[in-house]
């Protein structure tokens, strides 16, 4: 029977589907001895949530029997491709976050569209001034009948894209992948890219981090953008490059960021910048939890299961990443 | 040609209009003298905003030709129905603001769910723990499947249930009219109202104010919500006992209370209360700019002066409201 390692994660699955299997092998519940004791046979791995430092580049090249790995997220760009034989398959678990990253993705985009985090603290810190409310509700954006652009077109760019169109919105898509869909313009290229940019009212980033993504968004991008456009990640943080971003908030304040994404430093999200994002006003942020709530509906447990049955029964898994996009 | 008088508002129409079937007079162009000799010759009035103070009820008793009055705002609780004549009809400005307030009802909720005040506020002042993690992101609720109870199923209403909808949400609504709309469950009367309550995890309060609602929700319907409840106020303040919905506040944290308005005092806006609601962390405020932002967008300006033409070609005006409810 093969055997299965599991790294521990907020993103628990149910795993009874895959006892009869596999012999599953939870990283949390056993030593540094046994560890090293079982690498040599064990054939596939569930990374739950950051790749684990335990398993080292020299224990993964103890693993030699190693066929498959499943992400518990989204995305892969946490799994450390360039120690990985050439038998290795790596899937990542697209689509499982759709609805509630979307949802999530939604949230900040009429969050920053109603000016609701600079209002409510207006009010709060009592700066509020009655006789300026003709001013401050002008502010105040309706997203019916505005563009809205999503970089990315896979699961959440296309939930996010029917909540759009929900709101009355205008679509259109940036993606690498030809294709037409009814309703959206698609956009390709980097000069499909800038052509989006300046159509869009807000744009939100739905693309994995991959070397053809980091640091999509840069100097050029921004200036293309809207005086007043909302940006809205949800993706992850280096495909915005975060110098750049900071000096076009500070110099476009009608300009809003909202992220859920932070970049990963040491394998560790840091909830935070060097540059002083948190002091801006047109800068809103939350701890990275869309993905996490959504993983406690129980559907990204049941998909990365459902892969893992795939790959298990000897049939091609879904959602398996080109490794040459991440070396 | 019919004199009609025109209060200053944000909710500019454009009267180009109305000229050839009535002499417009604009309250802000004219002093006290010449309002008082156009008093007796004014046979309608738009009012965009508040009641204005120089139209006392002693001036009101001199215009005896006065039969049409048009609110620019969809509510009409601040038209003063008591100092009127019977003759008087008094028609409403109810779905023209449906889009946009329903569109900020819907960012006041995923606010709310994503909890997108409290945790950008928690970073940005450093209260937030990376180590507490893993409890906040279990605050953060998905919406998609949850049920979200309406009360009140008019024209904001209803187009907040469409928004509900594309979530995935299942909806529910309390209203005083009979009828039926497929896929959503209408409850009435006041047992009504707490079935709805009792079943709904997000609540839009989307009904006129009147004397049928003033107070609406009180201790009972507070504490007939479930624990986690959100519940959405863009109608207007009164309809919640203030006092209950701080008791209940303070002693349910997980409960989040998101309003864009504030009650009324001596005819202005208060944005603020006795209570401090703006110390609570489960509270989400803004200063009550659903409906100036929704009027930029020109339709309702475009609504009111619609309905007022239907007037002054001598035919039957559309939302004409029952005086009964409100004197």
Excluded at 49 to 68: G, Q, V, Y
Excluded at 146 to 168: C, E, N, Q
Excluded at 244 to 262: E, G, I, N
Aim: proline residues 5%; aromatic residues 8%.
């Amino acid at each position: 029977m093969p055997n299965l390692l599991v790294t521990s994660s907020a993103v628990s699955g149910k795993f009874g589907a895959l006892t009869p299997y596999a012999k599953v092998h939870s990283l949390d519940e056993i030593d540094e001895k046994a560890l090293d004791r079982l690498l040599p046979s064990i054939d596939c791995i569930l990374v739950q949530a950051f790749w684990p430092d335990s398993l080292t580049p020299e224990r993964i090249s103890r693993m030699t029997r190693l066929r498959f790995i499943q992400s518990g997220w989204a995305g892969v760009n946490h799994i450390p491709f360039k120690h990985l034989g050439k038998r290795v398959v790596v899937s990542s678990n697209a689509g499982a976050f759709s609805t509630g990253v979307a949802e999530f993705a939604f949230a900040l985009m009429l969050t920053a569209a109603k000016r609701v985090v600079k209002l409510d603290y207006a009010l709060r810190t009592g700066e509020f001034d009655p006789s300026d409310w003709g001013n401050l509700f002008r502010e105040v954006v309706v997203l019916h009948g505005r563009t809205l652009g999503i970089l990315g077109y896979g699961g959440i760019g296309k939930a996010v894209g029917s909540l759009g169109r929900a709101l009355g919105m205008n679509l259109i898509a940036f993606s690498r992948h030809p294709g037409k869909e009814e309703g959206v313009q698609i956009f390709h290229g980097d000069e499909g890219l800038l052509r989006l940019i300046k159509k869009s009212d807000a744009i939100v980033i739905a693309l994995p981090l991959s070397k053809l993504t980091v640091g999509l968004i840069g100097t050029a991008e921004l200036a293309a953008m809207k005086p007043e456009a909302i940006l809205v990640n949800i993706a992850r943080a280096e495909i915005v490059d975060e110098e750049a971003l900071y000096r076009h908030m500070v110099k476009s304040p009608k300009f809003t960021y909202a992220t859920d994404v932070w970049q990963i430093k040491r394998g560790k999200e840091t909830y935070s910048s060097k540059f002083p994002f948190l002091k801006l006003r047109n800068f809103i942020g939350t701890p990275h939890v869309a993905g996490g709530s959504s993983s406690l509906t129980g559907e990204p447990g049941k998909t990365a299961i459902d892969n893992l049955l795939l790959f298990l029964k000897g049939k091609t898994p879904r959602n398996i990443v080109d490794p040459s996009e991440y070396v």
